[in-house]
C-alpha cells in the first residue's frame, strides 16, 4: 500500500517551510499594501503632474501671449491719445489762426470801406464847393448833353464787403424813403438841400426796387409824350434823374425835384413851382406824389397846368385804399377823369384834363365889394370849395405811403 500523501509524479518536498506565526503575516500584509499604496500615490502624482504639464503648457502660453499683447495695446493707446492731443493741439493752433486771418480781413475790410467813404465824402465836398448854374424858371432845359450818373461799381471789395454795403444801403434807403412819405415836402427839400448826397442814396434804392418790376412806368409816359407835337411843355414833377427830359431832347420838357441831379433838373419844393400860371401842356407825377401834402403837389399841378391840359399819374398799387375815391377827390380839385389802367400788378396808370378853374364859375360880378371871408364862405356855402384841413385828412387816408419792410 502506498503512502497517503504519495501519488505518481508527485512527492512532498524535501524541505518543509517554517510556519510564519498569525502577527508576522498581518506585518507582512500591511507592508505589502504599504508599499502598494505608495506605488500607487507616486503613479497618481506622477499623473496628476503630467496632467499639469499638459494643462499648464497652453495656459503659459496664453498667459505669455497676454502679456506680450498689453505692452502692444498700453502703446497702441498712448499713441492714439498721443494723437489725438496733437490733433487737439493742431486744431486749436488753425482755429486760432484763422480767427487771426478772420480778424484782419474784418480790419482791412473796415479800413476800405472807410476809404470809401471818405473818398465818397471828399468828392461830395468838392461838388457842393463848386458854384450852381442858376437856371432861368420859365426858360426849357439847355440842350446840352445830359452828365448821366452811372451806379458806382464796387471794383476792389470782396463779396462780404458788397454784402455789408448792400445790407447798409438797403437800411438807409428804407429810411429816407420812410422820411419822403411821412413828412410834408418842404421838410423833405429842406432834408435833401442840406445832404445832398442822401438824394443818389434814395435813388440808388430806387432804381434797385424797380428793376425787379416787369415794366417801369416812365417808359410807358415816354412812349404816350413821343406821339405829341415837338412845341409841347410837358412837366416832370419829382423827375429823379429827368429820364423823360433825357429820352424826349426835341421836346419842351421841365424837370423838377429836391434836388438838382443834373443840369436838366431845377431843385425846388412841387407845392412851389417856379412857373407862371397855366403855362404847361402835360404835367406829369411818376410814383412821385409822396409826402404828406402831395394835395399840394395836385393843386400846384391845376394851377400851372392849361385849361385843358393833360395830367398823368403813375402810382403804386398798394398805395390805392380806395381807387374810385382817390379819383372823386381830384375831380374835387378841379380836373376831369378821362381814363386809368389797371392791369399791371404793380402800379396803375391814371389819366386827367383839366377843367375851367373853379373860381370863375361864380360871377365875378357877384363878387364885387365883398370881402375875403365872405367871398370864401359864399364859394364854402355853393359847394364850389371844401375845407382844406377836410381835403388833408382824407387824402392821405386815401392814398397811404409807400414803405418797405426789413429784410
Known amino acids: 500500500m502506498q503512502p497517503l500523501f504519495e501519488a505518481s509524479g508527485w512527492a512532498l ?29 507616486k503613479e497618481a502624482d506622477q499623473l496628476q503632474a503630467e496632467l499639469a504639464k499638459l494643462n499648464d503648457g497652453p495656459k503659459k502660453q496664453q498667459d505669455k501671449k497676454q502679456k506680450n499683447k498689453r505692452p502692444l495695446e498700453e502703446t497702441k493707446r498712448q499713441k492714439a491719445n498721443e494723437g489725438s492731443v496733437q490733433k487737439k493741439q493742431k486744431n486749436v493752433i488753425q482755429n486760432k489762426q484763422k480767427d487771426v486771418i478772420q480778424n484782419k480781413q474784418k480790419a482791412d475790410q473796415k479800413k476800405k470801406l472807410q476809404a470809401l467813404l471818405s473818398k465818397n465824402n471828399n468828392v461830395e465836398k468838392n461838388q457842393k464847393s463848386k458854384p450852381e448854374q442858376t437856371k432861368p424858371a420859365h426858360s426849357g432845359p439847355s440842350k446840352t448833353k445830359p452828365a448821366q ?35 410834408p415836402g418842404n421838410k423833405s427839400f429842406s432834408l435833401f438841400q442840406e445832404k ?5 442814396e434814395y435813388h440808388e434804392g430806387f ?63 412841387i407845392s412851389k413851382l417856379p412857373l407862371e400860371p397855366e403855362s404847361v401842356d402835360v404835367a406829369v407825377f411818376s410814383l ?30 398798394s398805395r390805392f385804399s380806395d381807387l374810385d375815391a382817390f379819383i372823386t377827390l381830384l375831380e374835387e380839385l378841379g380836373y376831369d377823369f378821362m381814363d386809368k389802367e389797371d392791369d399791371n400788378k404793380m402800379f396803375v396808370m391814371l389819366y386827367f384834363t383839366k377843367r375851367p378853374n373853379y373860381n370863375e364859375e361864380v360871377d365875378q360880378e357877384m363878387l364885387a365889394g365883398l370881402s375875403k371871408t365872405q367871398i370864401r364862405s359864399l364859394k364854402k356855402g355853393a359847394g364850389i370849395t371844401q375845407s382844406n384841413t377836410k381835403l388833408q385828412k382824407k387824402a392821405q387816408s386815401l392814398l397811404k405811403p409807400c414803405l418797405y419792410k426789413k429784410r
Open 13 to 41: 518536498p524535501k524541505s518543509i517551510a517554517q510556519q510564519v506565526p498569525p502577527n508576522e503575516k498581518k506585518k507582512i500584509k500591511n507592508a505589502v499594501q504599504t508599499t502598494k499604496e505608495s506605488q500607487a500615490t
Open 149 to 183: 450818373t452811372k451806379p458806382a461799381i464796387d471794383e476792389g471789395l470782396t463779396p462780404l464787403q458788397r454784402k455789408m454795403k448792400e445790407k447798409l444801403s438797403g437800411a438807409r434807403f428804407r429810411w429816407l424813403n420812410e422820411q419822403l412819405y411821412t413828412t
Open 196 to 200: 445832398p448826397e442822401l438824394f443818389d
Open 207 to 269: 432804381r434797385h426796387q424797380v428793376e425787379s418790376w416787369p415794366v417801369n412806368p416812365v417808359d410807358i409816359i415816354i412812349g404816350q409824350l413821343k406821339s405829341m407835337p415837338k412845341n409841347t411843355v410837358i412837366a416832370d414833377l419829382g423827375c429823379g434823374d429827368a429820364m423823360i427830359a433825357q429820352s424826349l431832347k426835341k421836346h419842351n420838357v421841365l424837370s423838377f425835384d429836391l434836388i438838382a441831379k443834373n443840369e436838366l433838373v431845377t431843385a425846388c419844393d
Open 288 to 317: 412821385s406824389l409822396m409826402g404828406t401834402n402831395y394835395l399840394d403837389f395836385l393843386k400846384e399841378a391845376h394851377r400851372v397846368l392849361k385849361v385843358g391840359g393833360e395830367l398823368k399819374i403813375a402810382e403804386v398799387v
